[in-house]
């Protein structure tokens, strides 16, 4: 199978990627590639599966619990007027969320963040931005408990 997020999570679990936040049981929080929106994350399933609706319930609930963990410590880190989350899986059919905190500064605030698709590889996050990203989440993850 030729699936680029699994081949992230082999890579993560090689410890060989670099945007790691945290490892959950069933997925692991990893900081975007760009920081348009500041703290935007992606939450990547370990297992290959298409829809999340194809996992057995007890899966489900548990990887539900951990979006909702990093949807809490992504908005505590860094006080968003409110959090999208979003879940597509036409270009990669694994599942994943992506989680953009959406800010009172934000020209486009009603309008879904995938329109300003074409700004992201300009905002592509430096390794020393992420580096403190990362950690602001982490210690939001810590605090949470
Ligand atoms: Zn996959």
Redesign the pocket.
């Known amino acids: 199978?030729n699936?680029p997020?699994?081949e992230r999570?082999t890579k993560t679990q090689n410890h060989n990627y670099p945007y790691l936040i945290h490892e959950f049981k069933h997925s692991y929080l990893m900081l975007g590639e760009h920081q348009f929106y500041q703290g935007y994350s992606v939450l990547v399933a370990k297992e290959?599966y298409k829809e999340m609706s194809d996992m057995p319930l007890p899966l489900q609930t548990e990887v539900f619990q951990e979006m909702m963990k990093s949807s809490k410590a992504i908005e505590s880190a860094f006080s968003p007027k409110k959090m999208n989350m979003c879940s597509l899986g036409n270009v990669?059919a694994?599942v994943h969320w992506h989680f953009f905190p959406r800010y009172d500064s934000d020209p486009q605030f009603y309008d879904p963040p995938w329109l300003r698709m074409k700004d992201f590889d300009a905002a592509k996050v430096s390794p020393e931005e992420a580096r403190l990203n990362i950690t602001k989440i982490q210690s939001s993850l810590l605090a949470l408990g």
Do not use: D
Request: with cysteine.
């Open positions: 199978m699936c997020l699994c999570v290959h990669v694994h």
